[in-house]
């Protein structure tokens, strides 16, 4: 692993990421869900994990969601990848205003997020999702 670079999600990553996804055993995310800010990480020019930014405008509450990395990476490649999304996309909310980052997540992130300066504020909680019209989120 000689070069790490970061550059925008595209629409056209969103079949790899859903190939992602299933092959960790998690249900894809509705592409109508994913923020217009999201990042892919490339690890020697081949791509290694995803991160996307929700932007709150009315709070300066950010959250970081729907992190996921490519099946076949080590644990420290995966955790380098994310690393490097998580540092870009607090560099973005900053420079962007917002004063804090929230993130929902699985308990393998949650302990290495702990390690980099996230606090734990809720213990049981559980991420819902509802339409606001009477269509289903697709």
């Known amino acids: 692993m000689n070069n790490i670079t970061i550059r925008p999600y595209t629409d056209g990553d969103y079949d790899m990421l859903c190939e992602w996804w299933h092959a960790h055993g998690k249900q894809e995310k509705p592409s109508i869900m994913l923020p217009k800010c999201g990042i892919i990480c490339e ?3 081949d ?5 996307f930014l929700h932007m709150d405008n009315s709070c300066g509450m950010c959250m970081a969601e729907h992190a996921v990395s490519k099946p076949c990476l080590t644990l420290k490649q995966a955790k380098t ?17 917002y004063h804090s980052m929230a993130v929902f997540t699985y308990p393998g992130i949650s302990r290495l997020l702990k390690k980099n300066g996230f606090q734990q504020i809720s213990q ?15």
Do not use: M, Y
Not at 47 to 51: D, K, R, V
Not at 124 to 138: D, G, I, R
């Open 43 to 45: 690890l020697d020019g």
């Open 47 to 51: 791509p290694a994990t995803a991160l």
């Open 124 to 138: 049981n909680n559980v991420l819902l999702v509802s339409a606001t019209k009477e269509e289903p989120c697709q």
């Open 81 to 97: 990848a994310f690393l490097h999304c998580v540092s870009c996309l607090r560099k973005i909310a900053s420079d962007l205003g």
